[in-house]
């Protein structure tokens, strides 16, 4: 039987720009396929070539047989793509939005009862077809986007990136069903920067630098690692201070931080041994750990972005002014007659971070907005540093770092010219303030893109960017919301390594985050649900929590997953916030 | 039995339809603009001279002299108020109280029996147009004062519009604005808008052709506009007092001529611009700008200069206008709406040859 | 304080001028509609076809109608034998306007009696009409003169007519100055209006609220670059008048700039007010224009304040640019003195205030 997807030496260019080179493989039907690699990689070009949207510059693509360039229509017919944005029309009810695809697609009316009732019972959104896609919480967006993309029963289905800025649960269900359909002789192309899901397909496209770096099942990959992951246990308190160790050390590859633990890859024998001896000075057990994924796909890549960050050697130490840096006492806000957040408490010490979980809806972006001064609390207060928002703001926003979710930048301006903007905006002046733009600079190795606007910077870049906006005047409390959703995990890697280092100079961290990675590196995190904090504790407490005989080494994921579901079981009649 | 072929495009067609009632600012353009246009046209924007504020200093105490007066004051063209001295009407043309003015000099009856220039008429040249309709009236006033046995008398008669209404002139331009506006500008945005959120990229992973993409887009504005048509005529007609001389059909047939270049300017606008700002700016600048100055409807197409009126030629809304003006003000004149019909299908052929060569069914 | 309000204007500034696209958009409309406009916008009538039915033949007719071929505003004399043919020219809108002079047209002036010449015209064009009528008016008038100085009487034109400040009524002496204020105005009300909701729709908005910028500075940070965008687009407006099309300018240039500033004032108030109410650039464009339009045709500027109703008189009195017209065009042509722009000054100073006032609390409220 021939492949779903052929692709025969495929080049495309962009001008000059070649944004995959000589790209050839199988992508076989029945299977799911991973398509993963850092950003800028070629994975969506690579999708849009296979969905022709696009025509190759050079070699050619088939598609169940059928040539991509000149018989595009044909292979619409039987593909279904679901593009980033999932492709909606959020003016247009979800009902709504079925019957438009599925007239496009020219859905025999008769069948086409059936059909429906059956996508819209897998895809759970029966209660909601009369609700305007617009108004949908993003995991609903996602699961009509798919049933959008499944009209047709399609030969092919390619997913770009569908998990984004989705929460652990629905992505959990998205994954579930996609699995399904292949089950059913469905060749399935999933893209995504999450190595975890990659790790459960069958097979993988692992993509750098518009060459296929690796193609086949995870588990090869993987097998190469054999004896060189390892987790640190028992480590006592520093185990920020430890990893940056680790990571200095010649022959370790990567390094993570796993709740109370750490997991470290490492290059070879020689490398384990070095950790070993460091390990002998310190507290710190080195245990051998099932390879993951991610760990092959780093040391694939070259490894992680090391252990140093120029950032903290540049940052001076946060004055020790207070234990508690962030407090908020029964913190609620309603919209009209939808409480949002009710009655949150909690407060954040000196030097910690702090994650704020919970599913899309769960009021965690609200409580956030209104911690960092973004949104009047009906009742409650918050004190950031000291400070109450109401009372002094000035004082308050001064103590703040905060950087937005999509990297919220001018992009009319310049790097420069941002970087100019924000140090003005909080009253840095004459030689203080051009001091801190060429640190910024230099710690984030901005150099050379200095006069080109961030639109036109990678992902990457745009990060540090953003970050280096928020820090310029020396915050002591730092807020992160979703920093680093879409962005890859070498990117994500040295993100958090600076973020530790900030840390460890006394600066307090508040992230939230749908990365279950992201919240292993919290000292505390809050998971939020139906407006209310359900559970507050370590990562490693919550994971504890959730163990039973059947799963005795609970994920993060499944913590979450089982406590979001323990309390929705309780309040089974509780709306649905979108 | 319904063809399948026809679906995709019936679905997009409705789609598009759900979209526009969905979105206020389509449904303002749509309906609100038309109404507070008009209304501007109707009322604010006026050409007609009547009730102008001017001065007659009146520096002769004669008989004769007076009697003038009365004249400047009995005219309905003029809201007159009286000096005695020249020097006390000049700071209130500076400061544009009046308009103008008239000095009867204090030698008036001798100048007018010796045939010496008996009267002087000073005009606000600041305002040209004001300026030169006021000199006019003032003339002709003393003239019918004077009851000059003119032999050479010019006997005016004005065709389709005998009261003069300069609103009767405009309304059919503004109508040809506000059609401007839904045509162009709307669907200059909307294209761009599927481009911005995604969705085109999803539309062309499904078998939809190029031509029920573009087909989809096109039908619902066409509809729209042909509403506002509808809207705009019936308002013209009810409220602000415009004949209506020609047929529906006419009106109907020129609506629908003029909505296919219209509409094809804005697809090709998006098609090029995929980006809401931009596409606005560029409808803007070649749409609706274009429809207010070089129309025809305000501003004479023949007197302005050679290099501005060859532009005029490419601006469907010139022979909308014409052919609007024509149908309400008229009747059906066939030669004047068939050649206006034929510019604008023309106009219409040259817009969509663009956008079919401007359009790939692809992302790159 | 300043010093952070400082960094808000220029990187405003900076916004619109960095990105060449931004700043074609910005400054290409402005610069096509000055020449456009100057030289579309014209209410004089040139070029002007005129249909001729002359069943007269005799000299004075003759004598008419060289007067009619030679005078400027007259391009073509389309003879016709029949007055279906005059009356469809008409109709088909070949020719403006169509003379007919009866037989004894000649007889008659000779003999100083009435001789009267009928004047078709397209009522369509009503206002080109009305003008072309009046010159055609003059040359009869003329004509007439003429024919009584044959006929050895001596008569003196019985007028004198004199345009003050602009003695041959050029028509861009009144346009250009005009479009000062009408483009600053346009400018003014789309930067403002687009800038805060792409600030929203950027995200950027939330950076401000975290940092220690104060609303009020905001709206300071975002009514500075706005007015120095549209003054310094209405200075470069108020040279080409002076350099370009040599408009003579006879008032103070120093009181001009300071109402100049007064008018962006108000106008950027009014900028403001639309972007509180809009969500995304579309809507704030949309916005923008849906105020833009209305100021603009109860300014005065297309035709004149007088000749609306009254009601509509007084609500022009809340139109900032209809106050700055007068100012700029009299500062231009009439020396306006000093109490004047101080009357048509204080108006826009009370619309300022308002527009300020209640665009402020507007933003404040969307900022909670």
Redesign the interface.
Known sequence: MSAAVELDGVVKRFDAVAALSGISGRIESGRLTGLVGPDGAGKTTLMRLIAALMIPTEGRISVAGRDSVREAPSIHRLIGYMPQSFGLYEDLSVMENLRLYADLRNLDPDARAHTFERLLHFTRLGAFTERLAGRLSGGMKQKLGLACALMAEPEVLLLDEPSVGVDPISRRELWAMVQELAGEGMAVVWSTAYLDEAERCSDVLLLNEGRIAFAGPPAELTARLEDRSFRVTDIGSDRRGLLSTLLQLDGVRDGVIQGDALRVVVADTAGADRVRTVLKTRTGTLRPAAPRFEDAFIDLLGGGPGGRSALTEHMHDVPDQRPVMVECNALTKRFGDFTATDAVDFSVQRGEVFGLLGPNGAGKSTTFRML???L?PTSGSTEVAGYDLRDS??DA??Q?G?M???F???????VR?NL???S????L?ANVRRQRIDEMIEVFDLARYLNE?PVALPLGFKQRLALA?ALMHRPSVL?LDEPTSGVDPITRREFWLHITGLVARGVTVLVTTHFMDEAEYCDRVALMSNARVIALGSPDQLKASVASDERPDPTMEDAFIALVQRVEDDARAAPEAA | MRSPIGRPLRALVRKEALQILRDP?AL??AFV?PV??LF??A???????????FGVVLESQGLDARALAAAYEATDYFDARFFHDRRAAE?L????TI?GFVVIPEDFAARLAN???????????????????T??Y???V??TW?N???????????????E???R??LLPGAIAIVMTIIGTMLTA?VVA?EWERGTMEALMSTPVTLLEMLGAKLLPYFLLGLGTMIICTLMAVTAYGMPLRGSLVALLVISACFLVPALGQGMLISALAKN???A??VA??SG??PAF??SGF???I????AW?RAITHVVAARYFV?AL??IF??GD?P??IVRNSLSLLALGAVFFTAIALATHRRLD | MW??L???V??EL???L??P??RV?LI??PL??LV??S???????????VAVLNQDGGP?SER?LERLGASSFI?ELVPVTDSARLESL????RV?LGVRFPPDFSR??VA????????????????????A??Y??QI??Q??LE?ARDAG???????????????N???Q??IVPGLSGILAMMIALVVTA?SIARERE???F?????????PLEIIIGKTVPAMIIGAVLAGVMIGAAIFLFHVPFSGNLGWLLASLLLFMLSVVGIGLMVSSVCQT???A??GA??AA??LI??SGF???V????GW?QLL?EADPLKHFL?IV??S??????FH?IV?SAAPMALIALITLSVATLFVRSRL?
Request: include cysteine.
């Open positions: 960092c001064g973004l009047r703001p000035g926003k001064r703040l905060y937005a979710q999509k919220s930048l001018y992009d009319l301006l310049s010219q100019e903007f924000f003005g905006a909080y009253g002046r606007a906006c807020f | 600012s303002m353009i603009l507070v246009l501007l046209f009322f604010a924007v006026s050409l007609d001279v009547k009730g102008v504020r700071p043309l500076v400061a544009g308009k045939g010496d220039a008996a009267i002087q008429i000073i005009t606000d040249g600041s305002q040209p147009n004001t300026a030169n309709f000199a006019a003032a003339r002709g003393f003239q004077r000059a046995s003119t032999t050479v008398a010019v006997e005016p008669r004005f065709w389709f519009n005998p003069l209404s300069s009767r002139v945005l808008r809401q700002f931009v606005a700016q803007l600048l609706f700008l100055l070089l305000l501003f004479e023949e007197s302005m200069p501005i014409e003006q024509t003000l008229a004149i030669a004047q | 010093h952070r400082a960094h808000l220029v990187k900076i916004s619109y960095r990105d696209r931004t958009i290409g409309p096509m509609q456009i406009f030289f579309a916008a014209t209410l004089e009538v040139r070029n002007v076809a004075v008419f391009n008409i109709d088909e809108r403006l008659s002036a100083g009696e009435p001789a009267p010449l009928q004047l078709l015209i397209d009522g369509r064009r009503a206002n080109a009409g009305q003008i009528q009046s055609v008016s009869a008038a004509l007439d024919l009487v001596d008569v003196a034109e019985p007028t004198i007519v004199r345009h003050w400040f602009n003695p009524l050029i028509n002496w009144y687009l950027m995200g950027t939330d950076q401000l609220l975290v940092s220690p910028i104060r650039q579309q809507q464009i949309l224009f849906m339009v209305p045709l109860i297309a035709t004149p007088e000749n609306m109703p509509l022009a007068i065009q009299g231009f042509l009439k020396a306006l003195p004047e009357a909670q």
